[in-house]
């Protein structure tokens, strides 16, 4: 300002800058505005050509500032802006250099603070085996694997409802239902997501006989999924949860919990292992993957789960576990190639509240057997763990014998939780089936909670939903919003989550 009477500021039009998508980061009537704003700045223009040669020609400056980094450019687009200065008596001059403004800068600082997430999102992206070929490749791997899915049925209801209210006769909540809405839960949704997901899923299951049963039997067979049923209960489990909107306000489990007899038990067994022998078509290998889901719900034992994952491990290629629920049996699931538990369930299954999270997980590896384990964390994402070889390890060194990695929750705002960890399992599982290395698993794994996470109920996840997810994040970049886009896109959320 001090070179001259008037200082005129020009900056480059948002159509000339080619730094790539999502540049320019802040627009340029914002970029205008704040310069404006400056007492020693009297003019501001934006400049819609690709240089200013043309404003230099039509102002004429006695004086033209430009960046340092332009006293040694030979660039001849600053050359025709230097030419038409200097011919009409004007001089350059360039700028000390001890500050310099870097958008590239700014936009990797947004990032970090932001986001602390949004960088290791960037990292893993880039990384090839996580590139969108190699994992399109992946998901067109899952076609046709063969995949037996163990564990109880539940009936998921949403019973939608109205504005609540205080009853007239005391402080009690009032709600009047408008719909109903049943979703296949338990190990049926897990089979279900490997169905909708390309594979060939068998379900082994406690039934009730008649037609609750029957009916059962056909809905999933319309879907893909081939029912094994086991006589037991007399009726499916079914967790009732009421909502006024996207929210939740009360669950009531309807659960008789199973209780089977010894003979039950070997009878089980057997069925477990013959559904496993008929899946890979009498094959030396088996079927392609297996999932054991333990809901809790008293069907599995201890025991009972160590001998269906002995009877399954000769008989599967790859073997994984998950659990839910404070009755579960997260440590009887032995020499399985992946467990699946959440952070609570893993840190449960210890009474370890208080260690550090790799600490527990070695332990969990260690006293199942099991090849790997990717721990979830809800909003925090999931970890990966795997057993580091031995001959990697340093003698002594506790950090050595786990290799882990991060993948961070790949949906910012969550619609409805539930289902999540089934998405993952069979997701992860038909990955390590395929030939995905753990990390790929488990990404793909966190696509597929992340699609979940976004719908109300229990829905299954497709191909097409996971390959859509990954385009979207490959296509990702940090923009800056006004209020009413922000205002706009809660107010659209709101609405879908309605």
């Known amino acids: 300002r001090h070179l001259g009477d008037i200082l005129l500021v020009t900056i480059t039009g948002g159509g000339e800058v080619a730094k790539g998508k999502g540049r320019?980061?802040?627009?340029?009537?914002?970029?205008?505005?704040?310069?404006?704003?400056?007492?020693?700045?009297?003019?501001?223009?934006?400049?819609?050509?690709?240089?200013?040669?043309?404003?230099?020609?039509?102002?004429?400056p006695d004086v033209y500032v430009k960046g340092r980094e332009y006293e040694f450019n030979a660039d001849?687009?600053?050359?025709?802006e230097r030419r038409a200065v200097e011919d009409h008596g004007g001089r350059v001059v360039f700028s000390s250099g001890d500050v310099v403004f870097s958008s590239s800068a700014l936009i990797a600082a947004l990032e970090h603070t932001a986001d602390p997430f949004h960088e290791r999102l960037t990292q893993l992206t880039r990384t090839p085996a996580l590139s969108g070929p190699r994992l399109y490749e992946r998901i067109a791997g899952f076609r046709g694997r063969r995949v037996l899915v163990v564990g109880e049925t539940v009936v998921d209801t949403y019973v939608l409802c109205d504005r609540p209210e205080v009853a007239g006769e005391?402080?009690?909540?009032?709600?009047r239902p408008l719909e109903k809405r049943r979703y296949d839960g338990g190990a049926a949704v897990v089979a279900r997501h490997v169905a909708a997901l390309g594979g060939r899923p068998v379900l082994v299951t406690p039934l009730p006989e008649g037609p609750e049963g029957e009916a059962f039997r056909r809905r999933?067979?319309?879907?893909?999924?081939?029912?094994?049923?086991?006589?037991?209960?007399?009726?499916?489990?079914?967790?009732?949860?009421?909502?006024a909107g996207a929210q939740k306000l009360m669950k009531v489990d309807m659960v008789e919990p199973y209780v089977l007899d010894q003979g039950q038990q070997d009878a089980f067994v057997e069925t477990v292992r013959a559904a496993a022998a008929a899946a890979?078509?009498?094959?030396?290998?088996?079927?392609?993957?297996?999932?054991?889901?333990?809901?809790?719900?008293?069907?599995?034992?201890?025991?009972?789960?160590?001998?269906?994952?002995?009877?399954l491990r000769p008989l599967v290629g790859v073997l994984a576990g998950d659990v839910s629920g404070r009755r579960s049996n997260l440590r009887a699931m032995r020499q399985l190639d992946l467990l699946c538990p959440s952070e609570s369930e893993l840190r449960e299954a210890y009474r370890a509240h208080d260690e550090g999270l790799p600490a527990v997980a070695w332990r969990l590896l260690e006293e199942t057997g099991a090849r790997a384990s990717i721990?979830?964390?809800g909003a925090d994402g999931l970890i990966s763990f795997e057993r580091t070889p031995e001959h990697q390890r340093a003698a002594g060194s506790f950090p050595t014998r786990l290799k882990a990695e991060h993948v961070p929750a790949l949906c910012p705002v969550a619609v409805d939780p539930m289902g999540c960890g089934d998405a993952l399992l069979?997701?992860?599982?038909?990955?390590?089936?395929?030939?995905?290395?753990?990390?790929?698993?488990?990404?793909?794994?966190?696509?597929a909670a992340a699609v979940q996470v976004q719908r109300l109920g229990n829905p299954p996840v497709t191909g097409a939903d996971l390959r859509t997810t990954?385009?979207?994040?490959?296509?990702?970049?940090?923009?800056?919003?006004?209020?009413?886009?922000?205002?706009h896109i809660g107010a659209e959320r709101a609405r879908r989550a309605s």
Request: aromatic share 6%; charged share 15%.
């Open 220 to 243: 999933l067979a319309g879907v893909g999924v081939e029912v094994v049923g086991f006589s037991a209960g007399t009726t499916l489990p079914e967790k009732q949860r009421f909502l």
């Open 76 to 80: 001849p687009r600053f050359a025709a």
């Open 375 to 377: 721990v979830t964390m």
């Open 280 to 311: 890979g078509g009498g094959g030396a290998s088996g079927c392609d993957g297996a999932i054991v889901a333990d809901f809790g719900l008293g069907l599995f034992t201890p025991t009972l789960t160590a001998r269906v994952c002995d009877a």
């Open 24 to 60: 320019p980061l802040i627009p340029e009537e914002l970029r205008a505005e704040n310069l404006a704003a400056l007492d020693c700045v009297d003019w501001v223009y934006v400049e819609p050509r690709p240089t200013a040669a043309e404003l230099l020609e039509d102002v004429r």
């Open 426 to 447: 069979a997701t992860a599982t038909l990955s390590l089936a395929s030939g995905a290395s753990l990390l790929e698993a488990g990404f793909l794994g966190a696509c």
């Open 170 to 175: 005391g402080p009690v909540m009032t709600l």
């Open 470 to 487: 990954i385009a979207r994040l490959h296509a990702s970049h940090l923009a800056l919003a006004d209020t009413e886009t922000i205002a």
